[in-house]
Nanobody
Framework: QVHLVESGGGLVQAGGSLTLSCAIS????????MGWFRQAPGKEREFVAR????????YYGNFVKGRFTTTRDNAKNQVFLQMNSLKPEDTAVYYC??????????????WGQGTQVTVSS
């Protein structure tokens, strides 16, 4: 069993920055992709970013456009999402996920409880 806990959410003005953290515990797989999704009220959950096991390969949702960066520290079992130039439309609950493996065909297997990010205009 894997346990994921997000932190770092909050209220920020448009143009500001936030860094989300995800603490991983339990039967962790340092070789697995880790990722971030978000869900705004009334909308479907949306892919934000994913990072390979070694942290050398990253993928981002089209809307990110260079504003977000995901990193990981396997020694500390943590994953991060640095978000810059935030917009009101980035307002959502952000979820951390551990994928089932380290291939592009792997899918999210475990989820955190989410952390709220609110961007005011």
């Amino acid at each position: 069993q894997v346990h994921l806990v997000e932190s770092g959410g909050g209220l920020v003005q448009a143009g500001g920055s936030l860094t989300l953290s995800c603490a991983i515990s339990g039967e962790t797989l340092s070789s697995s992709f880790m990722g971030w999704f978000r869900q705004a009220p009334g909308k479907e959950r949306e892919f934000v970013a994913r990072i390979s096991g070694a942290g050398k390969v990253t993928y981002y949702g089209n809307f990110v456009k260079g504003r977000f960066t995901t990193t990981r520290d396997n020694a500390k079992n943590q994953v991060f999402l640095q978000m810059n130039s935030l917009k009101p439309e980035d307002t959502a609950v952000y979820y951390c996920t551990q994928y089932s493996g380290n291939t592009l065909s792997s899918t999210p297997a475990y989820w955190g409880q989410g952390t709220q990010v609110t961007v005011s205009s």
